[in-house]
């Protein structure tokens, strides 16, 4: 099982940023998958989580209205759009797959994780 998860940097507040993890190793499309981040010193938290077939997302409230998940199965790849970023979106950002969707904002949901992308925000 492998999470790749791309598209990290350092980005000036107000701009944007794409992640991407491309999957391999077991039916992407039967997991739900998840994107959390950490940032220094601080515990890892939930930034948002999307459905099987894409149809549902959910968001912390964090990041609400400036976050877009999506995914696309045909590439097993999950993506994470981030607009209008705040340096307070500092951290590093992991991807992760659940067998399913209940308890999706919480850590132990999750069976399988990548290695994470920094993203830096500049003030």
């Keep these: ?4 998860a791309s598209g990290g940097g350092l980005v000036q507040a107000g701009g944007s940023l794409r992640l991407s993890c491309a999957a ?3 039916t992407f499309s039967r ?4 994107w959390f ?3 220094p010193g601080k515990e890892r938290e939930f930034v948002s989580a999307i459905t ?10 964090s990041v609400k209205g400036r976050v877009t998940c999506s995914r ?5 790849t999950v993506y994470l759009q981030m607009y209008n970023l705040k340096p307070e979106d500092t951290a590093v950002y992991y991807c992760a797959a659940a067998s399913t969707w209940s ?7 999750y069976d399988f994780w990548g290695q ?3 993203v830096t925000v500049s003030s």
């Design 1 to 4: 099982v492998q999470l790749q």
């Design 24 to 26: 391999s190793g077991f």
């Design 31 to 34: 997991y739900v998958m998840g």
């Design 37 to 39: 981040r950490q940032a």
């Design 52 to 61: 099987l077939t894409g149809g549902s997302t959910s968001y912390a409230d």
């Design 72 to 76: 696309d199965n045909a590439k097993n």
């Design 103 to 109: 308890r999706t904002a919480n850590v132990a949901a």
């Design 116 to 118: 994470g992308t920094l």
